[in-house]
DNA sequence: CAGTATCCAGCTGGATACTG
DNA sequence: CAGTATCCAGCTGGATACTG
């Protein structure tokens, strides 16, 4: 196994559009239901919700709970297994900022962020 | 500004499918010409080499030196600002090692790694 | 409510040939 | 040696319509 592979395989659970508004959602609100992801990220479409959860959950980074009733309610949550990324995503956030600010002196504001989240 | 902003600000150094390799390279070797770097990584070419080089040296991460004699030389290194990503990648790093073997627990050896790197 | 299916545009990476 | 230019295949994300 080759060195790099490790930031492979820890980067795979980050790559994909929308998964770090994912994650970042259910860290702060903790257990939220599939209805209430949709609706606070408000540009995603039910495809790449679904899409990006299901890998989440494949990783063992989310726990999709389905209550068996109807109308269907379907709850995610972080993982057990899950919270140990948080810790590691952390530093991350922290450096990401410090960075926006290091783009941001040595271009300029408006180019810095690109698309001004 | 979201706070997914800073995730994606730190995320977007090291997407890219080669930088997480050449980062590797530079940290663990220091200072790298470019045929060093390109025989260190045998199957990138020149193409994606320059580019991801060049958007790392934007970002600041990477130092580009210059030499002008013929023929051309040019050597690449961490920059010092750079080396505080460094510090992060450790963690992420680290957590991918789990990772894997976390993988490998519940899939087995053979599917985990997907491409065994 | 919580999805799935289909189809398509745009971006990323790669092969190949050329250059100061 | 250290690149640039061109062109193209495949993957990722998104719009839209349908469903148990």
Redesign the pocket.
Known sequence: MKEYCKFESALSIL????KPVILLQLISNGTM????L?KSIP????????????ELEYNDIVH?E?YNQ???????SISEYGKGLSAVLQPLNDWGATHIAHMNALYGEDRAGNESK
């Not at 790559?15 to 929308?18: A, F, N």
């Not at 239901?33 to 209430?36: A, I, K, Q």
């Open positions: 790559v994909g559009k929308w239901r599939f209805s209430e949709q540009d995603i479409n039910k495809k790449m919700l679904t899409q990006q959860l299901r999709r389905v109807v109308p269907p309610k379907v709850e995610y």
